[in-house]
């Protein structure tokens, strides 16, 4: 009887150790953090500009693009 009282307790605490009620939550991994902005001064401040303004001017290329796209198929009479 009283190896089955340990067997028990055993098994008690075996199973409420590996429970993981009481583990903490993993760490939020990098791509759920958001990312932090830049300072104005480091030694890619000049490249990261220089970025945004290629970015810029592209999007203005693709909109003109676009238009001339659309002004050739209304000329074809799509």
């Known amino acids: 009887m009283k190896s089955v009282t340990f067997i028990l307790l055993g098994l008690v605490c075996t199973l409420a150790g590996c429970s993981g009620a009481n583990a ?40 003109q693009k676009a238009a001339a796209d659309k002004q050739l198929q209304d000329a074809e009479g799509h």
């Open 24 to 63: 903490p939550p993993p760490p939020p991994t990098a791509a759920t953090q958001t990312p932090q902005p830049l300072p104005n001064s480091n030694i890619f401040s000049e490249d990261v500009k220089a970025l945004n303004k290629a970015k810029n001017e592209q999007k203005v290329v693709d909109q």
